[in-house]
T-cell receptor, first 116, second 114 residues
């Protein structure tokens, strides 16, 4: 069963505007972690932000924030003041220790294009 | 501090040949992971080392794939014999045993089997 769903294959955003990338997840374990990674055209996967299931506040890292809605099982990434360098693939991932491992389960990704 | 390094960055081999991918994790990281992304599909977990021990190899597709991590430092992933469906990008990641939860990824090895 698919555990991470990213419904937006591609997104466009005007430079300096904010954009939200959607991610929903599925797990029956109360303890889990949610991650967002960025993959620019150069190929490397860059960690952006982490949210633990027991964290009371939404995670923020600079221009990145995670809109964590536990009851809806969503963990949307919000990028404020988009820059041209934000153009990349973005992957949402979950670590579900209840599965007995520290492996990450990834969504299919969203390709973000920032328009000047 | 050097990040996760993978060699080679690209590899093109013929069906039936053998290929060995290498990953050098961040120094001091006990956890090392291999992932693979086949064209158009999600990034999938292959296996997880803690130091030199295989903690979880539930994602390894079949016995043509062999991963090793001798001495708990670098790791190799060998595909023998390679098949067309093995084409994809192979990522390595590492993380410390304690501390921040995120894994740090390498730039990947793009494997093409022709």
């Amino acid at each position: 069963a698919q555990k991470i769903t990213q419904t937006q294959p591609g997104m466009f955003v005007q430079e300096k505007e904010a954009v939200t990338l959607d991610c929903t997840y599925d797990t029956s374990d109360p303890s889990y972690g949610l991650f967002w990674y960025k993959q620019p055209s150069s190929g490397e996967m860059i960690f952006l932000i982490y949210q633990g299931s027991y964290d009371q506040q939404n995670a923020t890292e600079g221009r990145y924030s995670l809109n964590f809605q536990k009851a809806r099982k969503s963990a949307n990434l919000v990028i404020s003041a988009s820059q041209l360098g934000d153009s990349a693939m973005y992957f949402c991932a979950m670590r579900d220790p209840g599965a007995g491992s520290y492996q990450l389960t990834f969504g299919k990704g969203t390709k973000l294009s920032v328009i000047p | 501090e050097a990040g996760v390094t993978q060699f080679p960055s690209h590899s093109v081999i013929e069906k039936g040949q053998t290929v060995t991918l290498r990953c050098d994790p961040i120094s001091g990281h006990d956890n090392l992971y291999w992932y693979r992304r086949v064209m158009g599909k999600e990034i999938k977990f292959l296996l997880h080392f803690v130091k030199e021990s295989k903690q979880d190899e539930s994602g390894m597709p079949n016995n043509r794939f062999l991963a090793e991590r001798t001495g708990g430092t670098y790791s190799t992933l060998k595909v023998q014999p390679a098949e067309l469906e093995d084409s994809g990008v192979y990522f390595c990641a590492s993380s410390p045993q304690r501390g921040a939860p995120e894994a740090f990824f390498g730039q990947g090895t793009r494997l093409t089997v022709v």
